[in-house]
């Protein structure tokens, strides 16, 4: 702040000190000056120049009593006065007759207060305005008052960040909410509309850019009125601060529902697309019944409804027909709520549930049209078949629940319902259109979803049918073997193994997988299975045997299927391994080294042309042989080599049981989530004598 003192020469042309540009104090001069103990001024600033005309060589150092009119004889001075009070007080503000350097007396107001000053001295400092200047300001303030107070149009400041700062009465009283609960929240939490963030973006650009809005239309909601939909009318202007910054939002709004009747229609319509387009996103991702139905839920809970539950109805057989005379029997896959307890509970609390005759269950089954009910005792005492369930569903919250079939492919699925609080508005004739079609979204979804589940569990049947059920035993080869399926998101396999007693004491190990997934790749694999025992007993060399593999891949339609032999003779310790395009089998021998066996991987099955070759080892007392299939050792986004890396690390760990070794080996090396199914087959080998 430019200012002059006693004992220090210089001056200024700086203007007076003025409130931050925009305000309503913008154009009120505030004069500063001090003074000392003696009533002597000490400080004199450009404002003060202005306000009463002297310039500061004309007052530094002099009394301050040439600023007032002379007082009445005897009487305390002015300059005497404001010096005291400040000093007494610590703060006082007054207003007194001001004398100009031209003569004139002039209403001012003060507010003084002492200060330390140079060599600590105490300066009492002054600031002074015109009273004049300051009763414009007041009078605008209390203009503003009384239009925030009495004007039926709701009033809004909100700050930069767009929480509100202050507001009018009408405004609250639209939200359905108190003035102080609006302040300091965000306008998003108030406001709440669906468009996206549209009006969000439009009070951002008026807060970032300046850029005034004038009528816009807006569809909201508010937490005071979460039931009621309305359209206001929104106007909004920049408020500029110090700095010419834009430190927030000023607005009037509107209530126009009445008016805009139309438009909320169509913001209705508008959020049931929305739902519907949700809905077709988000349910049936997977081939999962129970995922599926949660997927239900989730649409729903809370844009639809404040709590949902999908049922599957357990009929005897596909074929059997609804009979309002008898109970009905459904079993809770999903269920969701934001209502508090006991809601949860009601939802969550049970997995089998039986609907008497005469309950809204079978009212909506006879009819297989979506219907609403009221929640009151007579539909608790019909629906639910204990007392303390009925109770449960008075006390839950829930005013209206909406039943809707799940029908597809003309059969009747499962039910799936959706309960409303009473801050909710009741179930119009468009909402049970809607959770009609949300209904036959997801019981379609449901039944591909049954129907492939079905179809994995016939798979998964067969497989283990044609899987060996009791592997051959001999003195000289202990065993251990595990298969496991893959995750049920992935179709079956066509991963076998067998162990086959041969002439002379003689044992064949023989591990295989045929390419591709579901009921044909089981049916095939068994095929190869049965057929590689069946030959193996013949005595063929290993190489012969996987030539008539070949052929009988190739009269059977496999396409691709990679097979792993292995002849061990425990009379002379030695191995002849034959291979089909199969990962190598890997021998721990008894001073813990690992070694991959076999002279290559030779063609899959299926290719033909190509004739298969053998290779020989020979096996100390003790080793321990590895077969498997690749599930175990590979994984998406790892090279194979780092897969059998790892297995020859556990391999080399192998010491006690091998049915402990076995779990240990998968336990480390298949991840729960598995896509692929697994064969690993251990052999730990003893020579004869």
Not at 2 to 26: F, K, N, T, V, Y
Not at 157 to 180: C, F, K, P
Not at 446 to 466: C, G
Request: charged fraction near 25%; aromatic fraction near 4%.
């Amino acid at each position: 702040m430019p200012s002059e003192q006693a004992g220090a020469g210089g001056g200024g042309d700086a203007g007076p000190i003025r409130s931050e540009p925009g305000s309503l104090l913008e154009h009120v001069a505030v004069a500063v000056f001090g003074m000392d103990e003696g009533g002597r001024i000490r400080y004199w600033g450009p404002g003060a120049r202005d306000l009463f005309g002297y310039e500061a060589a004309a007052v530094l150092s002099r009394p301050a009593a040439r600023l007032f009119p002379r007082p009445p004889e005897g009487a305390p001075g002015p300059a005497e006065r404001l010096t005291e009070r400040a000093r007494s007080l610590g703060y006082w503000r007054v207003r007194l007759p001001a004398l100009h350097r031209d003569g004139t007396v002039f209403d001012c107001g003060f507010r003084v207060f002492p200060v330390a000053g140079y060599a600590g001295e105490s300066v009492v400092m002054g600031l002074a305005s015109r009273g004049g200047e300051l009763d414009r300001v007041k009078t605008n303030l209390a203009f503003l008052d009384a239009l925030f107070e009495t004007c039926p149009i709701g009033l809004v400041m909100l700050d930069q960040e767009l929480r509100y700062v202050h507001l009018n009465q009408a405004l609250a009283d639209m939200d359905g909410l108190s003035v102080a609960d609006h302040l300091g929240r965000a306008a998003d939490e108030i406001m709440l509309t669906s468009d996206d963030g549209e009006f969000q973006r439009m009070l951002r650009a008026v807060a970032d850019e300046g850029r005034p809005l004038v009528g816009a239309v807006v569809g909201m909601r508010t937490p005071g009125r979460p039931d009621r939909d309305q359209v206001r009318s929104v106007s909004l202007f920049p408020l500029s601060g110090a700095g010419e910054t834009r430190p927030g939002v000023g607005g009037l709004l509107v209530d126009v529902t009445d008016r805009e009747r139309a438009l909320l229609e169509a913001t209705e319509a508008r959020q049931r697309l929305a739902l519907l387009d949700r809905a077709a996103a988000r349910v049936g991702t997977t081939l999962d019944v129970d995922t599926t139905a949660r997927e239900l839920v989730g649409v729903a809970v809370p844009d639809f409804c404040d709590g949902s539950v999908v049922e599957l109805v357990e009929w005897m057989h596909p074929a059997e027909a609804f009979d309002p005379e008898l109970p009905l029997f459904t079993r809770r896959i999903a269920s969701g709520t934001v209502l508090p307890p006991p809601a949860p509970e009601l939802v969550a609390g049970v997995e089998r549930v039986t609907y008497p005759p005469g309950s809204g269950i079978h009212r909506m089954l006879a009819t297989g049209r979506p219907l609403s009910v009221v929640v009151d005792e007579e539909f608790a005492a019909r629906t639910a078949s204990r007392p303390d369930r009925a109770r449960l569903l008075l006390d839950s919250g829930l005013a209206r629940i909406l039943i809707a079939p799940l029908i597809a492919r003309g059969t009747v699925q499962g039910i799936a319902m959706f309960g409303r609080s009473p801050a909710r508005p009741p179930f119009t004739g468009q909402d049970l259109r809607l959770a009609g079609e949300l209904a036959s979204r997801a019981a379609l979804c449901l039944d591909n979803a049954r129907l492939y589940s079905r179809v994995q569990d016939i798979a998964l049947t067969l497989q283990r049918a044609l899987l060996p059920s009791a592997l051959a035993r001999s003195p000289y080869v202990s065993l251990a073997h595990r298969y496991l399926p893959g995750s049920r998101a992935t179709e079956v396999g066509g991963d076998w193994y067998d162990v086959i007693d041969l002439p002379g004491d003689r044992v064949a190990l023989v591990v295989g997988d045929v390419m591709g997934h579901g009921v044909p790749a089981a049916a095939s694999m068994g095929r190869l299975r049965i057929t590689a025992g069946a030959l193996a007993r013949h005595g063929p060399e290993p190489e012969a045997l996987l030539a008539e593999l070949d052929l009988c891949a190739r009269e059977s339609g496999i396409e691709l299927a990679t097979c792993l032999y292995v002849e061990y003779d425990p009379r002379t310790g030695r191995a002849r391994i034959a291979n089909a395009g199969h990962p190598p089998p890997l021998v721990r021998r008894p001073d813990g080294t690992v070694e991959t066996l076999g002279g290559g991987l030779g063609v899959p099955l299926g290719v033909g042309g190509v004739p298969f070759a053998a290779a020989e080892a020979d096996l100390p007392d003790g080793a321990v042989l590895a077969l498997y299939t690749d599930g175990l050792v590979e994984a998406r986004g790892q090279d194979i080599e780092a897969g059998l890396d790892a297995l020859r690390e556990q391999l080399a760990a192998v010491e006690g049981p091998l049915e402990r070794e076995v779990d240990r080996v998968l336990a480390a090396l298949r991840p729960d989530a598995a896509t692929d199914d697994t064969v690993l087959l251990l052999a730990r080998i003893r020579r004869a004598g």
